[in-house]
């Protein structure tokens, strides 16, 4: 059968795209790594998150890294330290997994090259499109995808075209009048983070219920904004659309004319079946991504596919920054205040967004997510000391029942550099015998002074609130959940690997559509802003088709 478009991938970059062009009437084969789960399936037990379900096993399935020691470059596998940059291979993707944090770009993020200069060694560059762009977009996502909030402006508050979210805030915990007292004092601005978890229902989704297990954690109800329930479960209604699950695309193969004439891709037992379309998008998270299109190198294309200028890999981004944290108890408010479960924290700091000099970026704040079997396992330790028996058993009692931890995730700009990319490797292969990614991350001085920053600033809203213990983990290694780049969006076909729509310079009937088309990530998460531009690139498919695929 010869599809209209075949889709790889079905997180937030492929949901947009599956969602429009099924409505327009369009024939659609989604092909997905991993399998396909719904609402029934998810449950809240930690075992199931931790063993490899939702992620391939790292002794079958593995990425390298590169990472700079004493001056020089060692690669070494992740099964050798556990450290995964697997996201959730299901239907939806790592948005399954989210804890939704909305926050939008800012329109400096669009051009900070031309705002804050070029830091040396480093490749930042101005967007080819500009916040005014994206506004609609994004104002699209808030209604389709859900998003809860209220909005209050603070020095750095975007433009928006509607006054407000269009689901209410959620629920939140009364240690937020702590926070919001010690920020008064401060003269600090907290405001109400938005969130891509729906508070009241729409269509088949339920509202959140509160479950106390939500980051890192499929949801149960449908109420968070996942690709899979907020846009691909209605996108089926049209009978427009099939997916193809446990999908391993292993090679895009082009013809005569450049273009891909068919997706290869591998079973679950290996067999090797084609999909033949007309138009490909490809939506498998920035690494995966880069890696598909470097291992699909024919007489086109002898370096990977859209990759004749050399471009596919390159100036890889993740987020920098880490988590200050600090414990409270009943000393600080009413114990059973603090340990009512469940209810969200939902403040954010942006007031140091942009200052004269430098980027910096966001706070999220955050109860420490309930894990209770990684919490205890930390427990075991009193400083070198091993504990057991009676002695752990009451520390892990005390802990659970009389006490809460606070997390600040601090979010800074990845700056892009020569030093961070993702290529492969021949000598290093999966199971399938498949070269895989190798990531190398080499970050920018500018990353770590602007986290400090921050740093400083979290530490001293804590210490205003009465936190005890309190503990900073900043780093300038990339987050393993937050991945962009490596097919950079651009005007200039020498520089990046997609024009303006996110179609590869090189190969017409290509577009990509996750976090691979960002070249620069601002200092969020970047959810928001892929569904946005997602959206973006479906309506310029839907009013280009026929030009498209002649």
């Known amino acids: 059968m010869m599809y209209d478009v075949c889709v790889i991938g079905s997180g937030a970059g492929a949901g947009p ?27 809240k037990d930690e075992l199931v998150v931790r ?23 060692v690669k070494f596998p992740t099964y050798e330290s556990g450290w995964s940059f697997w996201n959730g291979n299901l239907l939806g993707g790592s948005s399954n997994f989210m804890s939704g944090y909305f926050h939008r770009l800012k329109p400096n993020d669009f051009k900070l090259a031309s705002t804050y200069g070029i830091p040396k060694n480093s490749n930042i560059v101005d967007w080819p499109i500009s916040y005014d762009e994206m506004e609609a977009y994004y104002t699209k996502v808030e209604e389709l995808v859900g998003v809860s909030g209220e909005v209050q402006k603070y020095e750095f508050s975007e433009p928006r075209s509607t006054k407000d979210f269009p689901y209410e805030a959620l629920q939140e915990n009364k240690i937020v009048n702590l926070i919001d007292k ?8 907290s405001i109400k983070t938005p969130r891509a978890i729906i508070s009241s229902a729409k269509g088949h989704r339920n509202p959140c219920y509160y479950s106390n297990y939500c980051g890192s954690y499929p949801c149960s109800s449908g109420a968070k904004g996942s690709s899979r329930a907020s846009l691909i479960k209605d996108a089926l209604l049209t009978n427009n659309v099939e997916i193809i699950a446990n999908a391993f695309v292993v090679k895009l193969n082009t013809s005569k004319d450049k273009k891909i004439n068919s997706a290869t891709y591998l079973t679950k037992e290996g067999r090797k079946k084609e999909v033949k379309a007309k138009l490909f998008v490809v939506a ?18 002898p370096k990977g596919l859209a990759n004749n200028s050399g471009n596919v ?47 910096t970026g ?188 002649t």
């Open 362 to 549: 966001t706070i999220d704040i955050l109860f420490e997510h309930a894990n209770p079997i990684r919490r205890a396992s930390f427990l075991r330790w009193n400083e070198s000391e091993l504990l057991i028996g009676e002695e752990l058993q009451n520390k892990i009692f005390e802990t659970f029942t009389k006490t809460r931890t606070l997390n600040m995730e601090i979010f800074v700009d990845w700056t892009p550099n020569d030093d961070s990319f993702v290529s492969v490797d021949e000598k290093y292969k999966d199971k399938y015998g498949i070269p895989v990614a190798n990531i190398r991350i080499g970050s920018h001085e500018q990353d770590l002074r602007a986290s400090k920053f921050l740093e400083e600033k979290a530490i001293k809203l804590f210490e205003k609130m009465g936190g005890k213990k309190i503990i900073s983990d900043i780093s300038p290694l990339p987050s393993s959940n937050l991945l962009a780049g490596g097919c950079r969006f651009g005007n200039d076909s020498k520089t990046s690997v997609l024009n303006k729509y996110c179609q590869a310079h090189e190969v017409s009937n290509l577009f990509v559509t996750d976090a691979s088309f960002m070249p620069t990530g601002g200092s969020v998460p970047f959810t928001w802003t892929i569904y946005a531009n997602s959206f973006r690139v479906a309506d310029y498919i839907k009013n280009n088709w026929k030009n498209l695929i």
């Open 284 to 301: 498998a998270q920035s690494v995966e991504t880069s890696r598909l299109l470097l291992n699909s190198k024919d007489e086109n294309f």
């Open 182 to 189: 010690a920020c008064d004092e401060l003269n600090y601005k």
């Open 17 to 43: 795209i599956i969602y429009e062009l099924s409505k327009q009437g369009l024939k659609i084969c989604v092909l997905e790594k991993g399998d396909i789960y719904n609402e029934k399936d998810f449950s």
């Open 51 to 73: 063993r490899p379900i939702y992620t391939p096993n790292l002794k079958d399935e593995y990425h390298t890294i590169e990472e700079k020691r004493e001056n020089e470059w």
């Open 313 to 359: 890999g390159k100036n890889f981004l993740s987020s920098s920054g880490g988590i200050v944290s600090a414990t409270f108890d009943e000393t600080n408010m009413n114990l059973k205040d603090l340990q009512e479960a469940g209810l969200f924290v939902n403040r954010s700091l942006l007031d140091w967004y942009y200052t004269k000099e430098f980027k």
